[in-house]
C-alpha cells in the first residue's frame, strides 16, 4: 500500500483556502461585518475537512506488511470511516456550541471544500488524497 500524499494535490488544496479565505474578506468587507470572525470561519470550516479526512487516511492505510488478510484491511477501512465521521461530528459539534463563529460561513466554506475534492477526484481520479 502506499502511503505517499500527491504534493501537487494539497498545493491545490492550499490554493483553494487561499482563494476561499479572499472570497470571505471580501464579502466580509462587502457586508459591513467582522472580517476576523469570517476569516475564522472558513479556516474552522477548512479544517472540520481536512483533519477527519487525514485521519482517514492514515488509519485506512496504516498496516503495509505482506501477512495482512482481507478481514484485516477491511477492519482498518471500517475503522477509520467510523472514526473520520466521529472526529467530524466532534469537531462541528465544537464549532456551533462553544465557539462565537459565524455558522453560516463555516457550514459554506465545508460544502464548498467538499464540492472542491469531488471536483479534484473527477480531474484526477488517480489522486492519493
Same mark, same amino acid.
Given at each position: 500500500?502506499?502511503? #505517499?500524499?500527491?504534493?501537487?494535490?494539497? #498545493?491545490?488544496?492550499?490554493? $483553494?483556502?487561499?482563494?476561499? /479565505? &479572499?472570497?470571505?474578506? /471580501?464579502?466580509?468587507?462587502?457586508?459591513?461585518?467582522?472580517?476576523?470572525?469570517?476569516? /475564522?470561519?472558513?479556516?474552522? =470550516?477548512?479544517?472540520?475537512?481536512? @483533519?477527519?479526512?487525514?485521519? +482517514? *487516511?492514515? +488509519?485506512? %492505510?496504516?498496516?503495509?506488511?505482506?501477512? &495482512?488478510?482481507? =478481514?484485516?484491511?477491511?477492519?482498518?477501512?471500517?475503522?477509520?470511516?467510523?472514526?473520520?465521521?466521529?472526529?467530524? @461530528?466532534? @469537531?462541528? =459539534?465544537?464549532?456551533? %456550541?462553544?465557539?462565537?463563529?459565524?455558522?453560516?460561513?463555516?457550514?459554506?466554506?465545508?460544502?464548498?471544500?467538499? $464540492?472542491? %475534492?469531488?471536483?479534484?477526484? @473527477?480531474? *484526477?481520479?488517480?489522486? %492519493?488524497?
Amino acid at each position: 500500500m502506499d502511503k #505517499k500524499i500527491n504534493l501537487k494535490l494539497i #498545493k491545490k488544496y492550499f490554493f $483553494f483556502l487561499l482563494t476561499s /479565505l &479572499i472570497f470571505w474578506t /471580501l464579502l466580509a468587507i462587502l457586508k459591513n461585518k467582522e472580517v476576523f470572525s469570517y476569516l /475564522l470561519s472558513a479556516v474552522y =470550516g477548512f479544517i472540520a475537512f481536512a @483533519i477527519p479526512e487525514i485521519i +482517514y *487516511f492514515y +488509519y485506512s %492505510k496504516r498496516r503495509n506488511n505482506n501477512k &495482512i488478510t482481507a =478481514g484485516l484491511v477491511v477492519y482498518d477501512a471500517i475503522y477509520a470511516l467510523i472514526l473520520k465521521y466521529m472526529v467530524l @461530528i466532534i @469537531i462541528l =459539534g465544537i464549532c456551533f %456550541k462553544f465557539l462565537n463563529l459565524v455558522n453560516l460561513v463555516v457550514v459554506f466554506s465545508f460544502v464548498l471544500t467538499i $464540492f472542491f %475534492k469531488i471536483f479534484l477526484y @473527477i480531474l *484526477f481520479p488517480n489522486s %492519493k488524497f
